[in-house]
């Protein structure tokens, strides 16, 4: 067991973890000899983001022999997102990199980005899954929907099948951490802000044990911030679908009238009952469209924060004993 490296951090890890019990001794067993043979400063800082499993009790006793393990334990559950961000905010090192703690995104390719960063001068680096065949077919397919449609929004995702594992440097961290922004979606933000990027390709692994922590719930809200916060084409397309509502309805007014001219009408219910239809249905998809701004912009103004911290390693203050 090497010593810890004295001195300036030169590498945060941030690893957000949500019932990761199963996963985490297989993480610290991959993750610690690869950051030990980077031979730098580190530190890893694990945001436990309201685990109810043992996940907690695992990260106090391998903080025991493992000086710099930091973790941040989130009162709530947070979603991945913002637990990155609490990782992020918090994170000391001149570099930063993020990963998933699932082992999906093998550690070692830390050390590449490393060296990648500081050989190049980047900002940031992108790890891109170059192969998806161990996701799910379904996983695979969303995915593909999703940054089809965030390229066909005009939103700079950076390069495709990017998750979360990549590494930024301080300026980046701070750029990202500057933004006032609540519902943060990394993977477009980061390459929005435009510093020099390089890309390292790997394959994707099986998630290392238990099971993923992505309901289709979480997908649906990950890919609404996405298209909210990329871009506002769905209030555009809104006023469009009005527009043709409206010209769709003036024709059928003027057949309306001109049927009562000629004395034609009586048995109409078919054409009513299709018109109510379908005007509802555009004025209600409107008006949802119309709610997920609005409801975007309220819950901003309320200016609450997207996590909050139940204790943070690094105050010296120890978790709470788990209840059970
Ligand atoms: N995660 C989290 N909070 C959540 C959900 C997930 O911190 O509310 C973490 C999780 O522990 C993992 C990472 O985010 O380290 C990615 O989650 P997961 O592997 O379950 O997603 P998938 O790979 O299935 O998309
Ligand atoms: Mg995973």
Request: charged share 20%; aromatic share 6%.
């Amino acid at each position: 067991m090497s010593a810890p490296q004295a001195g300036p951090i030169a590498l945060s890890v941030v690893v957000p973890m949500f019932d990761e019990q199963d996963v985490l001794p297989l993480l610290v067993q991959r993750l610690r000899p690869v950051l030990d043979g980077l031979r730098l400063g580190y530190e890893v800082v694990a945001v436990d983001d309201g685990s109810s499993d043992a996940t907690p009790v695992l990260l106090a006793r391998e903080r025991h022999s493992w000086a710099q393990l930091r973790v941040v334990r989130l009162r709530a559950n947070a979603g991945h997102q913002a637990a990155i961000s609490a990782g992020l905010e918090r994170a000391r090192g001149d570099l930063v990199v993020t990963i998933d703690a699932d082992l999906q995104d093998p550690p070692e390719l830390i050390a590449d980005m490393v060296r990648l960063a500081r050989a190049e001068s980047l900002d940031v680096v992108y790890a891109v899954r170059d192969d998806r065949t161990t996701d799910t077919r379904f996983k695979r397919v969303t995915a593909s929907g999703y940054y089809d449609t965030m390229r066909r929004l005009g939103a700079d995702h950076g390069p495709s099948n990017a998750g979360d594992y990549r590494l930024m440097s301080r300026a980046t961290v701070e750029a990202v951490t500057a933004l006032p922004e609540h519902h943060r979606v990394l993977r477009l933000v980061v390459p929005s802000l435009g510093f020099p990027s390089g890309v390292l390709t790997y394959r994707r692994d099986a998630r290392a044990a238990g099971r993923s922590k992505y309901p289709l719930s979480s997908m649906v809200r990950l890919a609404l911030d996405s298209i909210t916060g990329a871009s506002i084409a769905p209030l555009r397309l809104a006023t469009w679908l009005g527009f043709v509502g409206a010209v769709v309805a003036l024709g059928l007014l003027v057949y309306a009238l001109v049927g009562y001219a000629v004395g034609l009408n009586v048995p109409g219910w078919t054409s009513t009952f299709m018109v109510v239809t379908a005007v509802g249905g555009v004025q209600l998809l409107c008006l949802g469209i119309l709610g997920e701004y609005v409801g975007r912009t309220y819950t901003m103004q309320l200016g609450r924060p997207t996590y909050y911290v139940a204790h943070d390693s690094l105050s010296g203050q120890e978790p709470p004993p788990p209840p059970g």
